[in-house]
């Protein structure tokens, strides 16, 4: 089945560094990924779409110079939250997609600024 | 007003029993997905749907587009069905329900 890899798990940085996120579609090209962000005990809320080689769509309220979006290749999305705040920290999920295939979520970083 | 809205919010049950989860949407949707997110975060996709009804194992998920409705359905329920599980609908934009949180009692 697909499956989608999603890199680190966890992560702790200082406030104002940045920290990049990896999402990649292991067995499928994945012509679009969607980026999440989950804060405690509430739902998910999209973030941002990408397209390869595209520029990520935002959703309204993102900034999208915080949570930068680079989508090389069918397989690799990632997002950079630069300079970090303890307000950033949250649980951050990817999901990719193909046509017809659904989503397939990857299993999320959660990250903690200090 | 959320465009999904789901119930219960949280549900206990015993090992074993028929569990049901409602999700109703105020929006026009292309697919509705139901997803399954464990303790530690990672997400599942369960089904996604468009209209009637598929079944995986002792899931089943059913949709009414009419009704603009979806149920999930799980049959003999286990502890290891103890999870979060959200209805989360493709319109204009994803919009996503807040949840159902689910223990199975052994």
């Known amino acids: 089945g697909a499956v989608v890899s999603q890199h680190p798990s966890r992560v702790i940085c200082k406030s104002g560094t940045s920290v990049k996120i990896e999402c990649r579609s292991l067995d499928f090209q994945a012509t679009t990924m969607f980026w999440y962000r989950q804060f405690p005990k509430q739902s998910l809320m999209l973030m941002a779409t990408?397209?390869?080689?595209?520029?990520?769509?935002?959703e309204q309220g993102v900034e999208k110079d915080k949570f930068l979006i680079n989508h090389a290749s069918l397989t690799l999305s990632t997002l950079t939250v630069t300079s970090a705040h303890p307000e950033d920290s949250s649980f951050y999920i990817c999901?990719?997609?193909?046509?017809?295939?659904?989503?397939?979520f990857g299993s999320g970083t959660r990250l903690t600024v200090v | 007003k959320n465009e999904v809205e789901q119930s219960p919010q949280n549900l206990t049950a015993q090992e074993g029993e028929f569990i049901t989860i409602n999700c109703s949407y105020s929006v026009g949707i292309s697919a509705l997905h139901w997803l399954q997110q464990h303790p530690g975060g990672g997400i599942v996709s369960l089904f996604m749907?468009?209209?009637g009804k598929k079944k995986h194992g002792r899931l089943i998920a059913t949709i009414n587009i009419q009704e603009k409705h979806s149920s999930l359905h799980i049959t003999a329920s286990h502890p290891r069905d103890s999870a979060v599980y959200i209805c989360?609908?493709?319109?204009?934009?994803?919009?996503f329900g807040t949840g159902t949180s689910l223990t199975v009692i052994p």
């Open positions: 989360a609908v493709i319109g204009n934009q994803f919009y």
């Open positions: 749907l468009s209209s």
């Open positions: 999901s990719a997609s193909r046509q017809s295939y659904g989503y397939t």
């Open positions: 990408s397209n390869e080689g595209s520029k990520a769509t935002y």
